[in-house]
């Protein structure tokens, strides 16, 4: 069963910056596009920037130019650089892999908070 485990989240001043990652337990499989998604207090999960197994990014509006995703495929990782971070970015951060087994498949980490303090 291919598991997620995630790393990086902490407590940061607004202006400061973090980087999480996120390792795929399991490399038997073809894993696809990779990404980071937040849920903040009372609010829905969103996404925050994903990329695909060729290197394509895409970012939400409220993060570009401030948050960069890479991947290592040679680790089976995902990293989100997070910079000049803001207080509106506080929240769980969750990675998310998308992966085949004969069919299409996603798994999801367990979150890792990122509180940002002004």
């Known amino acids: 069963q291919v598991q997620l485990v995630e790393s990086g989240g902490g407590l940061v001043q607004a202006g400061g910056s973090l980087r999480l990652s996120c390792a795929v337990s399991?490399?038997?499989?073809?894993?696809?596009?990779m990404g980071w998604y937040r849920q903040a207090k009372g609010k829905q999960r969103e996404s925050v920037a994903r990329?695909?197994?060729?290197?394509?990014?895409n970012y939400a509006d409220s993060v570009k130019d401030r948050f960069t995703i890479s991947r290592d495929n040679a680790k089976n990782t995902v990293y989100l650089q997070m910079n000049s971070l803001k207080p509106e970015d506080t929240a769980v951060y969750y990675c998310?892999?998308?992966?085949?087994?004969?069919?299409?498949?996603?798994?999801w980490g367990q979150g890792t908070l990122v509180t940002v303090s002004s």
């Open positions: 998310r892999v998308d992966y085949e087994v004969f069919k299409a498949l996603e798994v």
């Open positions: 399991k490399t038997d499989y073809k894993i696809n596009a």
């Open positions: 990329i695909t197994n060729d290197g394509t990014t």
